[in-house]
């Protein structure tokens, strides 16, 4: 099953606007982190926040985290149209050692020149 | 540092036939996972390896999906026979674990048709 649902779906901007993606989930998590995926490609990690953060920085990201809302939320700024990918987000829940990550549909994103 | 080696990158198979799916994870992560990403969804996890010993396999479908991680380095994934709903990609990912989180890194996967 799958913990995480982005939203929305499909994101559709320009270049140099800001792009919003949200991601709701279920149980109680551990963290709570963001990957990329490129057409065609593996993902990569973009940042992880911990249940007892409430916001973090890296670089043109900000991710915020609400854990009484059980939601989290993506912004990229200045938007490239290298940002053009789906996003995903993931939440370790295993509340232990098992450091098991379950991921959402994701969200595509689309960056037009 | 060498990211995670998966091979082939591109398989297509006849249902009913067999497939084996390779993985090289980064040199001293303990754990390795594999996933199975259908298009337009995001990848689900069939298990998940510490070392050479299995963690969770509760999404693998063992009826025809197996895995061995034998040395607690690379790995194989298994399907046999393959059915048209197996056609997605298989990720590989692994991770050095520890209090510092579970960042996971991944290959670039292995895109199965079976026709």
């Known amino acids: 099953s799958q913990q995480g649902e982005e939203d929305p779906q499909a994101l559709s901007i320009q270049e140099g606007e800001n792009a919003t993606m949200n991601c709701s989930y279920k149980t109680s998590i551990n963290n709570l982190q963001w990957y990329r995926q490129n057409s065609g490609r593996g993902l990569v990690h973009l940042i992880l926040i911990r249940s007892n953060e409430r916001e973090k920085h890296s670089g043109r990201l900000r991710v915020t985290l609400d854990t009484s809302k059980k939601s989290s939320s993506l912004l990229i700024t200045a938007s490239r149209a290298a940002d053009t990918a789906s996003y995903f987000c993931a939440t370790d829940e295993s509340g232990g050692s098992n450091y098991k990550l379950t991921f959402g549909k994701g969200t595509l994103l689309t960056v037009n020149p | 540092e060498a990211g995670v080696a998966q091979s082939p990158r591109y398989k297509i198979i006849e249902k009913r036939q067999s497939v084996a799916f390779w993985c090289n994870p980064i040199?001293?992560?303990?754990?390795l996972y594999w996933y199975q990403q259908i298009l337009g969804q995001g990848p689900k996890l069939l298990i998940q390896?510490?070392?050479?010993?299995?963690?969770?396999d509760s999404q693998l479908p063992k009826d025809r999906f197996s895995a061995e991680r034998l040395k607690g380095v690379d790995s194989t994934l298994k399907i046999q026979p393959a059915k048209l709903e197996d056609s997605a990609v298989y990720l590989c990912?692994?991770?050095?674990?520890?209090?510092?989180?579970?960042?996971?890194?991944f290959g670039p996967g292995t895109r199965l048709t079976v026709l």
């Open positions: 040199s001293g992560h303990a754990t």
């Open positions: 990912a692994s991770s050095f674990t520890g209090q510092f989180g579970n960042e996971q890194f």
């Open positions: 390896f510490q070392n050479n010993g299995v963690v969770d």
